[in-house]
C-alpha cells in the first residue's frame, strides 16, 4: 500500500519568513495530495490540494508543488502569520481508492 | 451550517463499558470515514462506508464496529473500551466522483476510558 513521509516534524520560524514542508510517497499511482491543517483541539481542514495533472497550484500565501518523478510534494507558506501555527497534515490517494494515507504531521510555530 | 456534526464532543467511559459515537452530515455525500486520532499523532484509518458497504482497515481491531443505517448518519461501536482505545475519533465525509475528492471532517469525539 501507499506510504506518505512527511518532514520535519517540528518547524518554527519568524512571522513573516517562508515555511517549507516536504512528503514523499512510494506509490507511482498516486493522484491526489491534500494538505490539511489542524489547529489544537480542532478538525483538520483542507488547505490546499494537487493532482497529478499538475505541477504547481496556488492559493494567496499557500503553494504546494508536486514532482512525480521523484514521488514528492512540498507545502509553501509565504509571509507566515502566527495563525498560521498548527499541524500541518500531507496525504496521498492511491487511484481510485476512496482512502487518504496521512503523513506524520508537522508542528509549525510562527514566532512574533 | 454544521456541515459534519459528531456526538458527543467528550465522552468518558469505563474499562470495558461498550460506548457508541456518533457521527451525521448535511452534506448527502455517499462516503462517510471514522478515524482513530492520538496524541501528536496522523489521524489513523479504522473504516469506511461507500453508500451501505462497509471496508475495514485490515489493522482495525474487531473491539471498532460500526453501523451506518441511512445516507446521513454513522455510529462507531466499542464494544469493550481498553485504555488504549482513549483518542479523539474524526469522522469525515466526501462524495465519491470523478475528481472529488475532498474530506470534511467533523469537530471529533475526544474519549477518555478510565
Known amino acids: 500500500g501507499e506510504n506518505v513521509e512527511q518532514h520535519p516534524s517540528t518547524l518554527s520560524v519568524q512571522e513573516g519568513d517562508s515555511a517549507v514542508i516536504k512528503c514523499t510517497y512510494s506509490?507511482?499511482?498516486?493522484?491526489?495530495f491534500p494538505w490539511y491543517k489542524q489547529e489544537l483541539g480542532k478538525r483538520p481542514q483542507l488547505i490546499i490540494d494537487?493532482?497529478?495533472?499538475?505541477g504547481e497550484k496556488k492559493d494567496q500565501r499557500i503553494a504546494v508543488t508536486l514532482n512525480k518523478t521523484a514521488k514528492h510534494f512540498s507545502l509553501h507558506i509565504t509571509e507566515t502569520q502566527p495563525e498560521d501555527s498548527a499541524v500541518y497534515f500531507c496525504?496521498?490517494?492511491?487511484?481510485?481508492?476512496?482512502?487518504?494515507?496521512f503523513g506524520s504531521g508537522t508542528q509549525l510555530t510562527v514566532l512574533p | 451550517d454544521a456541515m459534519v456534526i459528531q456526538n458527543p464532543r467528550y465522552q468518558v467511559t469505563q474499562f470495558g463499558k461498550p460506548v457508541t459515537l456518533s457521527c451525521s452530515q448535511t452534506?448527502?455525500?455517499?462516503?462517510m470515514y471514522w478515524y482513530q486520532q492520538k496524541s501528536s499523532q496522523a489521524p489513523k484509518l479504522l473504516f469506511h462506508?461507500?453508500?451501505?458497504?462497509?471496508?475495514n482497515e485490515a489493522d482495525t481491531p474487531d473491539n471498532f464496529q460500526s453501523r451506518r443505517p441511512n445516507t446521513s448518519f454513522c455510529f462507531l461501536d466499542i464494544r469493550s473500551p481498553g485504555l488504549g482505545d482513549a483518542a479523539m475519533y474524526l469522522c469525515?465525509?466526501?462524495?465519491?466522483?470523478?475528481?472529488?475528492?475532498?474530506?470534511?471532517f467533523g469537530p471529533g469525539t475526544r474519549l477518555t476510558v478510565l
Open positions: 469525515a465525509t466526501s462524495r465519491d466522483l470523478a475528481g472529488i475528492n475532498e474530506q470534511f
Open positions: 506509490d507511482s499511482a498516486s493522484n491526489y
Open positions: 494537487i493532482r497529478s495533472n499538475v
Open positions: 496525504a496521498g490517494r492511491t487511484g481510485s481508492a476512496r482512502q487518504l494515507t
Open positions: 452534506l448527502n455525500h455517499n462516503v
Open positions: 462506508y461507500y453508500d451501505k458497504d462497509f471496508n
